[in-house]
């Protein structure tokens, strides 16, 4: 800072010598280049750590995806297994079933094939 001298009334102040003036500004110079780089160091590291997250759960997400998508394709084998028609003719309850001993078939008006009941 500049020291203020008052003489005959009059506020005047202190002269600096140019060294000082530059030792001054490279110093303000140095500071301000330390403060741009550690800004642009934190921004990029929060950048590259969001990055490595949202990385790391799309792939979580990815291997569930996975998981479902065969656990759905066993469940629909299992469930054409299940409707095969030689799995529904071979099953306990289809044996045990008896067929009905007269079948009574009814037309609608609309149609001419009969309807089995």
Do not use: C, H
Not at 75 to 86: D, F, G, H, P, T
């Amino acid at each position: 800072m500049e020291e203020i001298v008052k003489r005959r009334g009059k506020s005047i102040p202190t002269r600096t010598t140019l060294s000082e003036e530059i030792k001054k500004s490279i110093f303000m110079l140095f500071f301000a280049l330390l403060a741009i780089i550690i800004m642009v160091s934190i921004v990029y590291l929060l950048n590259s750590s969001q990055t490595n997250q949202k990385g790391y759960s799309l792939k979580e997400e990815q291997i569930k995806k996975n998981n479902l998508i065969e656990q759905s394709d066993d469940l629909v084998s299992k469930i054409i297994q299940a409707e095969s028609s030689q799995s529904i003719a071979g099953s306990d309850q289809v044996r045990q079933m008896v067929e009905p001993q007269n079948t009574i078939y009814m037309y609608t008006e609309k149609s001419t094939t009969p309807k089995k009941k």
